[in-house]
Nanobody, 124 residues
Framework: QVQLVESGGGLVQAGASLRLSCAASGRTFSTSAMGWFRQAPGKDREFVAAVSASGATTYYVDSVKGRFTISRDNAKNTVYLEMNSLKPEDTAVYYC?????????????????WGQGTQVSVSS
């Protein structure tokens, strides 16, 4: 069983930066693609970013391209989401997810493991 634990959320002003971390347990991290999703109040959960098992391939939702960067450290079983130039519309609970595939995915059903989420709040 893979467990994912997110950290790094918080309350910041618009324009600030945050780095989210997701620590994974288990031996399969290096062969698992990972993703970040978010859910704002009253909205559906949406895809934010994904990275392949090797780290060579990344995908982003258009609204965060150029501001967010996903990366991973397989030696530390950790995936990161660096968020710069934060906007109030980035306010949401951010979830880390993993899948039993090396290929990065952008859809919720593609992911098999989920963390509990970390709150990111951006004030204007």
């Amino acid at each position: 069983q893979v467990q994912l634990v997110e950290s790094g959320g918080g309350l910041v002003q618009a324009g600030a930066s945050l780095r989210l971390s997701c620590a994974a347990s288990g031996r399969t991290f290096s062969t698992s693609a990972m993703g970040w999703f978010r859910q704002a109040p009253g909205k559906d959960r949406e895809f934010v970013a994904a990275v392949s098992a090797s780290g060579a391939t990344t995908y982003y939702v258009d609204s965060v391209k150029g501001r967010f960067t996903i990366s991973r450290d397989n030696a530390k079983n950790t995936v990161y989401l660096e968020m710069n130039s934060l906007k109030p519309e980035d306010t949401a609970v951010y979830y880390c997810a993993g899948r039993r595939s090396r290929l990065a995915g952008t859809k919720i059903p593609e992911y098999d493991y989920w963390g509990q989420g970390t709150q990111v709040s951006v004030s204007s």
